[in-house]
């Protein structure tokens, strides 16, 4: 197995499992529980589509960390240039709605934002650079 592959496979669940301590430590914040229960989640409206955005950002990194480690090279490095380009982008999001949150979310919310900024732009780096050594 090429490393570059096994790099990018283990930066989708690095990704991942970020997610989810992201969102696990935004439920613990005060009040967060209060809020959810009246149906909204940082100021905005739990709804069917939210929840299915949800599962489509926990789902692709980990069929890309699956597709990374069994897809030809060359549509391997599109998929994760393509891929991790629109996680790095949703991530930058993210780490700036981070910013309108109040200090008690700030905080641990920026914590976290980066890393997972900085694992699907590497993602990219990694794809793209892999390109070259073929």
């Known amino acids: 197995m090429e490393d570059w592959k096994i790099k990018i496979a283990a ?3 690095f990704f991942t499992v970020g997610w989810l301590i992201l969102f696990v430590l935004t439920f613990t ?3 967060m529980i209060d809020e959810i229960r009246a149906g909204e989640m940082l100021g905005e409206p ?3 589509e939210s929840l299915l955005g949800n599962a489509i950002s926990l789902l692709v990194p980990l069929v890309m960390a699956v597709l990374s480690l069994t897809l030809t090279d060359k549509i391997n490095r599109w998929a994760n240039i393509i891929v991790g380009i629109l996680f790095t982008v949703l991530s930058i999001y993210s780490l700036l709605a981070a910013f309108g949150l109040d ?9 976290m934002n980066i890393p997972l900024l900085v694992a699907p732009a590497l993602i990219v780096w990694f794809a793209w650079k892999s390109k070259q050594k073929a």
Do not use: E, M
């Open 11 to 13: 930066l989708w669940f």
């Open 29 to 31: 914040a005060p009040g």
């Open 46 to 48: 739990i709804t069917g």
């Open 103 to 111: 200090l008690s979310i700030w905080a641990f919310g920026l914590l």
